[in-house]
């Protein structure tokens, strides 16, 4: 373990040397921190270092602490995971009743997925005042594109139904119950749900880059992300979650087993599931403006990574990937930047590294970006289409 621990602390050095990261790594395997190091700046306007006790947005890591809100509902018969989840909505809410629990958990609920080029709430309504009555008609409340149970389609509107789930039936706020309920009682002292105003005492701010500028990420209002997103914490209190899946102390054995329980494409509730080095690995990423997460669960080798950052400068799972093939004694080669082709147009935050590739300038990705033909014919990039003339 002594060597593994050298090589991890060698390669993430000569990484983090390509990119600008700001964040908390930690490292934890049998109780013993095998790497831990704080990065970059919590606040670059007073000047602020990120510590081990910053506090960070976990954008979709979030999910699996809402999932497991609900399998405590579940395991107090306050649900059935198996009934439509319309039985457990606002009046409100009439979603197509065909659509259990089960499936807004599993993300098979077929609803609509508004995130998207072609949408605009990414482009402007999350900006907006909050009302969950019109997010709910806007955005959600629309025939499902696929009949639930049969397609696997990755989709915040799942999770926030979830959390709106969690409030209509045990009766609290969604903030409340999940304090009350889940943070505290795991000792998560420093985890909280964020509703887009509150004062949170020792928080990274997020930042992205804009050309060659690091400047705040663009704002939008957390209470869109409800359930789906909008938890801060610590790496501290994410090893207490990850202490409290390990050990199985809340929840009945079997409820248990339904939750790490992988349905279609290795999807759990709220964590992936994939067999490696002859293991069980549970994991999951949060990626938003400004925010990059990855946690690793290995729970039969007592093994816990998490990543949190504050910019978009590192590829977490890629990261997160060869922490956990160190430690699995996997021969991984050197980080490396791709290669700049030169071209005349000077500093742009893409830049060409072959022919119709393109990679992005201050932060790591796994592929390049690259120019592609639609079934017409046309070039496509970044799901645009090239205008003649």
Known sequence: MKANRLRLEEYIRKYLELWDFYGVIRVVGKGEVLFENAYGYANIEFGLKNTLNSRFTLASVSKQLTAFAVMLLADRKMLDLDRSARLYLPAEMEIDEAITVHHLLSHTSGLNNFYGFGHDFLNGYNRLDYSRTDFFQRYINRKPTTPPGTAYDYNNSNYNLLAWIIEEVSGEKYEDFMRDQVFLPLGMTSTEVDDGSKVIRNRSLNYVRDFDAVVRSPYHNEKFSIGAGAIVSTCADLYRWYEGLRDRKMLSQQ???????????????????????????????????GVSTYVQHFFEEDLSVIILSNNEAIHQY?????????????????????????????????????????????????HPYRIMENEKGEKMFLGYAKKEG
């Not at 080669?333 to 119709?356: Q, R, W």
Request: net charge negative; charged share 25%; proline share 6%.
């Open 255 to 289: 409820a248990y087993a339904r939750f790490f329980q992988e349905n279609q494409n290795h999807y759990c509730y709220g964590l992936e599931h994939h067999r490696l080095y002859g293991t069980d690995r549970y994991s999951h990423g949060g990626d938003y403006w």
């Open 318 to 366: 890629r990261l997160g990937q060869v922490i956990s093939d160190i430690l699995h004694d996997v021969d991984v080669p050197d980080p490396t930047k791709p290669e700049e082709v030169p071209m005349d147009e000077g500093n742009i935050e893409i830049y060409p590294v072959a022919e119709g590739s393109f990679a992005r300038r201050y932060s790591d990705q796994i």
